[in-house]
């Protein structure tokens, strides 16, 4: 198995938990998943509770991150940035990741003009690695 898809892997387990703890207003901390995994479209989710890992599953598309995980301003100017998993913002029932805080400001910006953006660009470069974009 490759470092990307590994990183990937561990990138939609945490995000899918995150989403699914706001969507169900809980908090926990990460030490306690331990409620299972499910793999869903190539990415492998962990889940804080067995209510959550069921919910989840009955509709997985609305909880997986947009663009692979990847950052989604960076996706919008063609180029795949590894997302840090705390910084998201749900637009329209979709989970948007981004590199960091200055990134997403940037993202904040013009939301859906980066949306459209990179929605084209997604087509693109969905299945290229990140070093050759």
């Not at 990307?4 to 706001?22: E, G, T």
């Not at 990847?70 to 940035?81: I, L, M, N």
């Not at 910084?87 to 948007?96: R, T």
């Not at 997403?104 to 070093?131: F, L, R």
């Amino acid at each position: 198995m490759n470092s990307v898809y590994k990183r990937r892997s561990l990138l939609f387990a945490l995000v899918s938990l995150m989403v699914v703890m706001l969507a169900n207003g809980a908090s926990i901390e990460m030490g306690k998943m331990s409620n299972g995994t499910k793999t869903y479209n190539g990415g492998t989710y962990l889940f804080a509770n067995k209510e959550n890992k069921e919910k989840s599953m009955d509709n997985p598309e609305k909880y997986a991150p947009q663009f692979g995980g990847y950052c989604a301003y960076g996706v919008s100017v063609g180029k795949k940035f590894y997302s840090d998993p705390n910084i998201w913002k749900i637009v329209g029932d979709k989970l948007y990741l981004n590199l960091g805080k200055n990134t997403q400001k940037k993202w904040n910006e013009d939301i859906s003009g980066h949306i459209t953006k990179a929605d084209s660009n997604w087509m693109k470069i969905e299945h290229k690695a990140p070093a050759e974009l």
